[in-house]
């Protein structure tokens, strides 16, 4: 089962989403952070990637306004594409603090194969509370290892806060574990259930898709096959991926 689990989340993301909260979404917090005041009064000057980035974070807040100013002369979108301007752009605002800027670098470094410098800017951004970064050191760090069969617990520390975050891929993550009995050598599904419902809220695919397998076959103590179904269908009508994996699954059958 642990195969299973390490085969699951081993997949690198970079994400561009809001995903940047102290303590939740929608929250104003971001705004207290070092180096988010040099990016809010760059942006209200013109400043592009400043507007990017500002966009980026206050789409949490359901700020769209911003991301429809960005795009309304479509010369933003080409400066935008410039790598080395962009690069530039987030070297500033990382060196100010910015930990959105911090992450985004480091995913930047991390495709150059400069992985010492990635992890010195997550670890920046993780420890102002980056949920982001912290998912992608703590995946860099398993990576890192020997035995890909075991989870390393800085690994898990890491997960664990991005989870608490409600970052969908480290509840994912967490569920899994729960799943496959990382922590405690045997499985519990009902904490599987607790994280893997939280991800499926925010329309996670694979979440929705374990948490059918897990009603379905009453792994947590009860058989629900209307539950299970509501998943399975809600699977397949969001990837065709799954529509595959659901062709041989009883439940769907009914």
Request: aromatic share 12%; hydrophobic share 40%; charged share 25%.
């Amino acid at each position: 089962m642990l195969k299973f689990a390490v085969a699951l989340v081993c997949t690198l993301v970079f994400s561009l989403s809001a995903a940047d909260k102290l303590p939740k979404y929608g929250t104003k917090a971001w705004t207290k952070l070092p180096g988010a005041s040099d990016v809010i009064q760059d942006a209200q000057k013109g400043d592009v990637f400043a507007k990017y980035l500002l966009a980026s974070v206050a789409e949490s807040e359901g700020k769209t306004f911003l991301i429809k100013e960005l795009f309304r002369d479509p010369r933003n979108y080409d400066i935008l594409k410039n790598d080395e301007l962009m690069f530039q752009a987030l070297q500033k605002y990382a060196e100010k603090g910015f930990y959105h800027a911090q992450d985004m670098l480091a995913g930047k470094y991390y495709t150059m194969q400069m992985t010492d410098i990635s992890m010195a800017l997550w670890k920046k951004a993780a420890a102002q509370g980056c949920p982001v970064s912290q998912y992608n050191l703590g995946l860099t760090i398993y990576n890192q290892q020997n035995d890909k069969e075991k989870i390393p617990p800085e690994t898990i520390r890491l997960w664990q806060a991005a989870a608490d975050q409600e970052y969908v891929p480290a509840l994912k993550n967490m569920g899994i574990f729960w799943m496959t009995g990382v922590f405690n050598g045997k499985p519990d599904f009902n904490k599987a259930v607790f994280y893997l419902e939280k991800a499926a809220r925010q329309k996670h695919v694979q979440a929705m898709f374990l948490l059918g397998e897990i009603y379905e076959k009453g792994l947590n103590g009860k058989v629900d096959k209307d539950l299970a179904i509501k998943y399975y269908k809600a699977v397949a009508d969001m990837h065709p991926f799954w529509q595959e994996q659901l062709k041989n699954n009883n439940a769907t059958a009914k």
